[in-house]
């Protein structure tokens, strides 16, 4: 029996003045050893791409982080040089595979980039800097060469006791990472929110009457997720849903 294939989203960058398509390991490794699928990197082509005959192929999808911002004009705000880096080459693909995705049925997590980008493409609004907003935290990275501080526990995450991370968890609070300089402002209407900062930010969402798994997380539980409890089963549970 084969493993089921689950798509992961790319960015496009540019390095010494050439094109790529880059997903992070930790992505791919997260996949493989945690939802215990094949990993199929999906670059960012919108032009060149149908969404939805795509993922015919797919039996599973993941959206990932990104060093890059949802572009303001994605959700009703200006551009400004202080809001990037942008990635539009991405935004024009993932805004296509999220309708696409939920239409199709297809299970479907979303992980910080990933949140945003489903945010806002349900008519959601965004923070393009959460840090400036009165009574929130700084929730970006923390400045550290060690990977294990900066992916390490940062603050409390309170679920709705009888929702599903709640199910997932076995718990209403677990400790997450924080890694975002962008946050949901305005909840997009089709999304429920189960999970919020201490400072009251949303950063755990199920799509509200989905075809099938569609959760979205602004932290990264990809990071070494089979040493963190909440992590693995987040991935047992969308390896499940993909599995069927």
Known sequence: MRRPLVGVTADYRTYDNAPYHVVGDKYLRAV????????LVIPAMAESQEAAAMLEALDGLLFT???????PTLYGHTPSERYEPYDQARDAMTFRMI????E???PTLFICRGFQELNAALGGTLHPRVHEVEGRMDHRMPKHDDPDV???????????AGGRFAEIAGATEIEVN????????????????EG???????EAVTVSGAKAFALGVQWHPEYKPLENAFSTRLFRAFSQAVYG
């Open 32 to 39: 493989w050893e945690a939802a215990d699928c094949t990993p």
């Open 65 to 71: 982080g990104s060093p890059s911002n949802v572009h």
């Open 99 to 102: 309708e696409a995705a939920l």
């Open 104 to 106: 199709k049925g297809l």
């Open 150 to 160: 900066r992916y390490g526990p940062r603050h409390a995450m309170t679920f709705t």
């Open 178 to 193: 924080s890694l975002h300089g962008q946050g949901v402002d305005r909840p997009a209407a089709g999304l429920t929110i």
């Open 196 to 202: 919020h900062a201490p400072d009251g930010t949303p």
